[in-house]
């Protein structure tokens, strides 16, 4: 067993590194420190930009984001893909050009304000080097699928004009084009990168920190205690955990190489197919992207782009979320009863309590943290709270550990907990003091270095996670200064509205459909800037709520990573299943049901997503409509789920299966009387089952 262990988490490394060539550690050797450090040096500089120990002009801030982006991922790059001499020496060339594009920007920040409008040569000559080392450094670390899509809105913005109608625009000089694109916030230094270097970077960070002090074992540990020894427990503590991790990472990709390790042979030691087993954990790390607070960084992106307060996107995107993994949950229950597969034995199952007491504190800047976000406070000052307080707590549980009496230990942590409160007072200034003396206090002794070096490793690991996010963002920016520039979101956004006005699911359908096949093999946070920046506007003309329509295309773009013939997440986990992809995709696929089906719900029924409108709150009034819709929805999920497995307390005959397809359906469907079918098959469905049913199992 050790043996196949050790074989798989190989491949899983060797997967990991073919969708993330980053994904191995910093390379040994003088460069390999070099990198490291200048990896804790990119971190340090966005923890002083969040805590405004440095303040900068927005543009200047941006253009230095990109700069470290460049600076650390061309070497990098070189390094993790094995490059022979001249490549690397070509990567070190693309580095320094990048470092040089944003040395440019902030020296001459004033000049270029100045004369906005009227670039010199010298101006297009950096603005060029800034596009081409984005495209180049994107195309290496993600594959050709994005920089061929930006790459073609780029020629259409510069050779649009000899398109025929309605596509073509009026023509636009080069200048014009490269001073969009490479200057300014509309480009590639535009809202994405913005967020990328606020918000994003601080939450990889604080994600990095957790991980480091143990957060994947404890959520893992407590979901084996909570649902190990039921039916089907090993799925369950797959779903449930990869569902914590989500909160904190919001990676799919990373989701399965971390917490699949363990979740997929357990599920296969315990008598689940091998795709069946992949796709559970496919869907659940998935899910993890539309699980609050984090959502895998877009709900940042989303409330920016906007204008609303990130509650508002954290109160659409909750009960969704909770029906998404739901939905798992009893798909993974069902597949359990139908082959009779039991729970863990209490040997083999942590006690939820005991991980509990041990690791309690690592979930306080967790709760610090939804606790900000839900007050109000900026996701920005959240995040920077948030960090500093883990930091804290890992340095004060090093520190603690030193001390011989327990009283002694727990004024300490009363201390620590009080200097913390002062933030509330002082403001973060206060938090950093108390970060330079628990620092120079873990100096003093051996096991306080031991947890320093953790800490400048966990800088240095999140700034390189944050490196395919951060290029990705500058990126799709130019998709961004070309829509801008020329409008041509309209044109697709007339032919979605004018086929809506005949039918609205048509253009959902459609809308879907583009969301997927723009979605395969592009990162999340991209795939939802291009996908809202086209369809969304065009669901919005349709009279569906802004966020609502938001929400729509952002669920299919995560689902893109579970759809064949891409399916990202399914094949990062097929050597750990030993399954083919492709299997393990149309496993996935019937296990995220809630995640097809929730967002056209919720364009018939707003209120799904706790939002206002709608003919069903106008007609019963809001809250009794939520709990209408979420009822419904958790049928419609009870029944798919019975149809695809074919068991319910025993197995279900071809065409009772049918009948549970068709009442799922015609409750997803919110045309006139088709609830009432709906709901009237159902019936007719439970009283089959009910009056068959054997007792069969447990």
């Given at each position: 067993m050790t043996g196949h262990n050790a074989a798989d988490h190989g491949r899983a490394e060797q997967l990991a590194e073919l969708h993330d060539p980053l994904a191995s550690s910093f390379p040994p050797g003088l460069t390999g420190r070099f990198l490291f450090w200048l990896a804790v040096a990119f971190s340090l500089y966005q923890i002083s930009i969040a805590a405004h120990v440095i303040d900068l002009p927005s543009q200047v801030m941006r253009a230095v984001h990109v700069g470290f982006l460049m600076a650390l991922g061309f070497?990098?790059?070189?390094?993790?893909?094995?490059?022979?001499?001249?490549?690397?020496?070509?990567?070190?060339?693309?580095?320094?050009?990048?470092?040089?594009?944003?040395?440019?920007?902030?020296?001459?920040?004033?000049?270029?304000?100045?004369?906005?409008?009227?670039?010199?040569?010298?101006d297009l000559v950096f603005g060029c080097i800034a596009v081409a080392t984005v495209f180049i450094a994107a195309w290496m670390l993600m594959g050709p699928a994005l920089p061929i899509i930006c790459g073609l809105f780029l020629c259409y913005a510069l050779f649009g004009q000899h398109l025929p109608a309605p596509f073509d625009h009026r023509g636009y000089a080069f200048e014009q084009v490269v001073e969009q694109i490479a200057y300014g916030t509309e480009g590639i230094y535009g809202i994405p990168t913005y967020v990328s270097a606020t918000y994003i970077f601080l939450f990889i960070l604080f994600g990095s920190f957790l991980e480091k002090a143990g957060m994947i074992k404890l959520f893992t540990d407590v979901s084996l205690g909570l649902v190990g020894h039921r039916m089907g427990g090993a799925a369950k503590v797959s779903v449930l955990s990869s569902g914590l991790m989500g909160t904190i990472s919001g990676s799919g990709v990373a989701n399965v190489v971390t917490t699949g390790q363990f979740t997929i042979p357990l599920m296969k030691r315990f008598g689940y197919r091998p795709a069946f087993a992949g796709g559970v954990e496919a869907t659940s790390s998935m899910g993890g992207q539309i699980m609050p607070p984090v959502m895998g960084a877009v709900a940042f992106i989303m409330a920016e782009t906007l204008g609303v307060q990130y509650i508002e996107v954290v109160k659409a995107a909750l009960v969704p979320a909770i029906l998404y993994f739901a939905g798992a949950f009893w798909m993974v229950h069902l597949e359990a009863g139908k082959r009779d597969l039991r729970g863990l034995s209490a040997a083999e199952m942590?006690?939820?309590?005991?991980?509990?007491?041990?690791?309690?504190?690592?979930?306080?800047?967790?709760?610090?943290?939804?606790?900000l976000l839900f007050s109000g406070y900026t996701p920005l000052f959240a995040g920077t709270i948030g960090l500093a307080l883990t930091g804290m707590l890992i340095l004060g549980a090093a520190i603690a550990m030193g001390m011989s009496s327990t009283g002694v230990r727990v004024i300490f942590w009363i201390v620590l907990g009080l200097a913390a409160s002062a933030f509330f007072k002082f403001g973060i200034n206060a938090l950093l003091l108390v970060l330079a003396l628990l620092i120079v206090a873990c100096a003093a002794f051996k096991g306080g270095r031991e947890t320093l070096a953790v800490c400048r490793d966990s800088l240095a690991d999140g700034a390189k996670t944050a490196l395919p996010v951060g290029i990705a963002c500058a990126l799709v920016g130019v998709i961004i200064g070309v829509m801008t520039l020329t409008g041509a979101a309209n044109t697709f956004g007339q032919f979605i509205v004018s086929v809506g006005q005949n039918s609205l699911f048509l253009s959902l359908v459609l809308t879907m459909i583009t969301c997927i096949i723009l979605g395969m093999g592009i990162p999340t946070i991209p795939n939802y800037i291009i996908t809202s920046s086209i369809a969304g506007p065009a669901l919005l003309d349709l009279g569906v709520p802004l966020i609502v329509s938001h929400?729509?295309?952002?669920?299919?773009g995560i689902l893109a990573d579970l759809t064949p013939p891409v399916a990202l997440a399914c094949f990062a986990a097929a050597p750990i299943a030993k399954e083919s992809g492709l299997k393990i995709s149309f496993e996935a696929i019937k296990v995220a049901a809630a995640g097809f089906v929730v967002p056209f719900m919720a364009v018939y029924t707003p209120a799904l997503m706790l939002q206002d409108g709608g003919a069903l709150a106008g007609a019963i009034g809001y809250w009794p409509a939520v709990a209408y819709i979420v009822v419904k929805a958790l049928i419609a999920l009870a029944l798919w789920g019975a149809s695809v497995i074919g068991w319910l307390g025993r197995p279900l005959a071809v065409w009772e299966r049918l009948v549970a397809v068709a009442a799922s359906f015609t409750l997803v469907a919110a045309l006139p009387v088709t609830d009432e079918i709906g709901f009237a098959l159902a019936v007719v469905f439970g009283l089959l089952v009910w009056r068959r049913k054997a007792p069969v199992g447990a």
């Open positions: 070497p990098l790059l070189a390094l993790g893909r094995g490059f022979a001499a001249p490549l690397r020496t070509l990567c070190w060339l693309f580095a320094a050009a990048g470092v040089a594009v944003a040395a440019y920007q902030w020296i001459e920040y004033t000049p270029l304000l100045m004369r906005a409008g009227d670039p010199t040569l010298t942590p006690s939820a309590r005991k991980a509990l007491k041990e690791g309690w504190y690592l979930i306080l800047p967790l709760a610090v943290l939804v606790w929400m729509f295309v952002f669920y299919f």
